[in-house]
């Protein structure tokens, strides 16, 4: 069965601190995967796409095919990180994880 | 211009009540998308229409009733709401199916009385 898992309901850290948010995957076919990120009182929005291997607002993530693992990175976490974000596989649906919620403190 | 545009905003309402969410989406895209987040914050697809067919029907009760009148708009209705319907509703388009990227509605929280 097709999974997304994030094992952290919760992540704090403090402004210029490194981050990564852990997503963990199980699908036997060629995975699409993405992270959605969702700010305070605002829609949720594409963060960033395995396949475009971009970095976006600092952000990056490898595809770990090996490990099944696509974790979410940024050197120095800012204040305006904080937000709820989602790993999610793409198959013939968006299967979400259950969500990280990133703290950043001042 | 809003993308992906959900009304209402929230709905409160009692149990056993009728009520219809609408979406509309200005993006052009072929694929539309329901989804529920409950109050743990995890979201579930619901329903998936490609050019007003469903494609996707995720196990959903059969009180729960998407309707796509043109490829730009997927309405949802619900019968007989019930205390668990309570959550967030979201709306959501893409070009090309679930594995391109995803344009998601502001969301509808819906409260059952």
């Known amino acids: 069965a097709q999974r997304v898992t994030q094992p952290e309901k919760l992540l704090s850290v403090f402004k210029g601190a490194p981050v990564e948010l852990k997503c963990n995957y199980s699908?036997?076919?060629?995975?699409?995967l993405f992270w959605y990120v969702q700010y305070s009182r605002q829609r949720l929005q594409l963060l960033l796409r395995h396949i475009s291997r971009e970095s976006i607002k600092g952000f990056t993530a490898d595809l770990n095919k090996g490990e099944t693992s696509f974790h979410l990175k940024k050197p120095f976490a800012q204040e305006e990180d904080s937000a709820m974000y989602y790993c999610a596989i793409a198959t013939d649906k968006l299967i979400f994880g259950t969500g990280t919620r990133l703290q950043v403190f001042p | 211009d809003t993308a992906v545009s959900q009304t209402p905003k929230y709905l409160v309402t009692q149990m056993g009540n009728d009520k219809s969410i609408k979406c509309e989406q200005n993006?052009?895209?072929?694929?539309m998308y329901w989804y529920k987040q409950d109050s743990k914050k995890f979201l579930k697809i619901m329903f998936s229409y490609n050019n007003k067919e469903l494609i996707i029907n995720e196990t959903v009760p059969n009180r729960f009733s998407p309707k796509s009148p043109d490829k730009a708009h997927l309405n949802l209705h619900i019968n007989s709401l019930e205390l668990g319907d309570s959550a967030v509703y979201f709306c959501?388009?893409?070009?090309?199916?679930?594995?391109?990227?995803?344009?998601f509605g502001d969301g509808t929280r819906l409260s059952i009385l």
């Open positions: 993006l052009g895209h072929d694929t």
């Open positions: 959501a388009s893409s070009q090309g199916g679930a594995r391109q990227p995803q344009h």
């Open positions: 699908y036997s076919g060629s995975p699409e």
